[in-house]
T-cell receptor, first 109, second 114 residues
């Protein structure tokens, strides 16, 4: 059975305190892994796509990495505006997306 | 359209009534997905289409839920004989099939069954 698990469920960081969010997956026929950011009351907004193990993508304070079993979203020197829920999703054969339950990040000034 | 559009944004209905939720995907997007999202949870897969063909409906909770996309564009998610447990945010997303691109989400429909 295809599964996507994110950890931790919630994370509180001081402004400037770097950390990582984890997304582990067990799927057959992975075609891509996607990171999204979701603000309260809004739909998920796309951040990154990773297609193969060893791949990395960066955007401002965020860096996503991928291995054969998991992906990490590294947040360097976060700011309060980075507070949001971060979702990962896997795209499998047939163009079907499965989402994890998300990590709720709070960055305290 | 410029983005994925869902309507209505909010729907309050009495238990036992039928509701129809509409999704208008981004123009040209082949794949269309329906999700249900509870507060504090990630999107839960319901069903999806490639063009007008429903590829997978395994996520639909029971036979009161159905979806269609008759012309390969706009989709309707219908819930018959609504129950209070159906209350949730229903989200639609679309993507370009075959090119491994990301899914773009609409703002969702907040359904409340009273």
């Amino acid at each position: 059975e295809d599964q996507v698990t994110q950890s931790p469920e919630a994370l509180r960081l001081q402004e400037g305190e770097s950390s990582s969010l984890n997304c582990s997956y067990t799927v057959s026929g992975l075609r891509g892994l996607f990171w999204y950011r979701q603000d309260p009351g809004k739909g998920p907004e796309f951040l990154f796509t990773l297609y193969s193990a060893g791949e990395e993508k960066e955007k401002e304070r965020l860096k996503a990495t991928l291995t054969k079993k998991e992906s990490f979203l590294h947040i360097t020197a976060p700011k309060p505006e980075d507070s949001a829920t971060y979702l990962c999703a896997v795209l499998v054969a047939g163009n079907q997306f499965y989402f994890g339950t998300g990590t709720s990040l709070t960055v305290i000034p | 359209g410029a983005g994925v559009s869902q309507s209505p944004r909010y729907k309050v209905t009495k238990r036992g009534q039928d509701v129809a939720l509409r999704c208008d995907p981004i123009s040209g997007h082949v794949s269309l997905y329906w999700y249900r999202q509870a507060l504090g949870q990630g999107p839960e897969f319901l069903t999806y289409f490639n063009y007008e063909a429903q590829q997978d409906k395994s996520g639909l909770p029971n036979d009161r839920f159905s979806a269609e996309r008759p012309e390969g564009s706009i989709s309707t998610l219908t819930i018959q004989r609504t129950e209070q447990r159906d209350s949730a945010m229903y989200r639609c997303a679309s993507s370009l099939a075959g090119s491994n691109t990301e899914a773009f989400f609409g703002q969702g429909t907040r359904l409340t069954v009273v």
